[in-house]
């Protein structure tokens, strides 16, 4: 009851934080492939997972985790931007994660992004002394993920908004997105909220199973699925008239393709702009 509750209380802790400070016990910050003797400037950690001594801990992956989730969720879409323009805020600042060796000389994760699968990169795949804690940690996860995916959509819907000129790209990509979500933007979109937006990305989006029917997008011109292993169904694309391009690369589970606007066409040419359809189901009418 007390860990189950410590563990909880984590997310109240941490977003009470504008900054985050990782300290690492050496000269540099360097990345788990690195040993004595090798030259550190050549093992740069890329991500914190991969930090020396502190990314592979599960303990410590909540904290970024954390951190890195909930400073995007505290954006707000009504933020301003400097000289009080009144202006939604369209670009989401730099992440305030820092990590510093010995030396002094902070190195800056400007943004933190979270897979699964393979990658091993979230906390609940990371290293614990007691693996009954692993649990624990998933559930916080679930919990954190289904607040920041809905919030990452009432954001995107900000930005859209805000928008001007002939094109709005809104990138959902690396979003841990699952299909309430999806059915968030939907509804959304139908509302209008997504009027003007002309290429939308779901890249890296490894939880999303089905893609639901979008309307109220008419200048819609892409939409990008570009790994999504899990994607299962995609429904009818019909009620976008301006839809050109569809992506839908690494997409090995979709069981079959979407009815597509009149006119639009398949083409296996990946060189002409146009859909392409993954390989397992390019021979399908």
């Given at each position: 009851?007390?860990?189950a509750?410590?563990?909880?209380?984590?997310?109240?802790?941490?977003q009470?934080?504008?900054?985050m400070?990782?300290?690492?016990?050496?000269?540099?910050?360097?990345?788990?492939?690195?040993?004595?003797?090798?030259?550190?400037?050549?093992?740069g950690?890329?991500?914190?997972?991969d930090?020396?001594?502190?990314?592979?801990?599960?303990w410590?992956r909540?904290?970024?985790f954390?951190?890195g989730?909930?400073?995007?969720?505290?954006?707000?879409?009504?933020?301003q931007?400097g000289?009080?323009?009144?202006?939604?805020?369209?670009e989401?600042?730099?992440?305030?994660?820092?990590a510093?060796?010995?030396?002094?000389?902070?190195?800056?994760f400007?943004?933190?992004?979270?897979?699964?699968?393979?990658?091993?990169?979230?906390?609940?795949q990371?290293?614990?002394?007691f693996?009954?804690?692993?649990?624990?940690?998933a559930?916080l996860e679930r919990?954190?993920i289904h607040?920041?995916?809905?919030?990452?959509?009432?954001?995107a819907?900000?930005?859209?908004?805000?928008a001007?000129?002939?094109?709005?790209?809104?990138?959902l990509?690396?979003?841990m997105?699952h299909?309430?979500?999806l059915?968030?933007?939907?509804?959304?979109a139908?509302?209008?909220?997504?009027?003007?937006?002309?290429?939308l990305s779901?890249?890296?989006?490894?939880?999303?199973?089905?893609l639901?029917?979008?309307?109220?997008?008419?200048?819609?011109?892409s939409i990008?699925?570009i790994?999504?292993?899990?994607?299962?169904?995609?429904?009818?694309?019909t009620n976008?008239?301006?839809?050109?391009?569809?992506?839908?690369?690494?997409?090995?589970?979709?069981?079959?393709?979407?009815?597509l606007?009149?006119g639009?066409?398949?083409?296996?040419?990946e060189d002409?702009?146009g859909?392409a359809?993954?390989?397992?189901l390019?021979?399908?009418?």
């Amino acid at each position: 009851m007390r860990k189950a509750a410590g563990v909880r209380s984590m997310i109240t802790y941490v977003q009470r934080c504008d900054f985050m400070l990782i300290p690492v016990p050496t000269p540099q910050v360097v990345s788990h492939d690195f040993a004595d003797g090798d030259d550190a400037e050549d093992f740069g950690a890329y991500y914190p997972e991969d930090i020396a001594g502190y990314g592979s801990r599960g303990w410590c992956r909540v904290e970024y985790f954390i951190f890195g989730l909930f400073s995007e969720m505290r954006i707000s879409p009504t933020s301003q931007r400097g000289g009080g323009s009144g202006a939604p805020l369209v670009e989401v600042p730099p992440l305030a994660l820092f990590a510093s060796g010995s030396d002094g000389a902070p190195q800056q994760f400007k943004a933190v992004e979270f897979l699964g699968g393979d990658r091993g990169d979230m906390p609940s795949q990371g290293d614990f002394s007691f693996d009954t804690d692993r649990e624990a940690i998933a559930d916080l996860e679930r919990l954190m993920i289904h607040s920041y995916g809905f919030a990452v959509i009432h954001n995107a819907a900000a930005v859209a908004a805000a928008a001007d000129g002939a094109s709005c790209t809104i990138d959902l990509g690396a979003k841990m997105l699952h299909d309430e979500h999806l059915q968030a933007l939907a509804a959304a979109a139908a509302a209008g909220s997504f009027a003007k937006v002309t290429a939308l990305s779901f890249n890296a989006n490894p939880y999303i199973k089905y893609l639901p029917e979008f309307s109220g997008m008419p200048h819609l011109k892409s939409i990008s699925l570009i790994n999504c292993v899990a994607l299962t169904t995609i429904a009818s694309l019909t009620n976008l008239p301006s839809l050109e391009t569809l992506k839908l690369e690494g997409c090995g589970s979709l069981a079959a393709l979407p009815l597509l606007p009149r006119g639009a066409k398949w083409d296996a040419d990946e060189d002409v702009v146009g859909f392409a359809a993954p390989e397992h189901l390019s021979a399908m009418p």
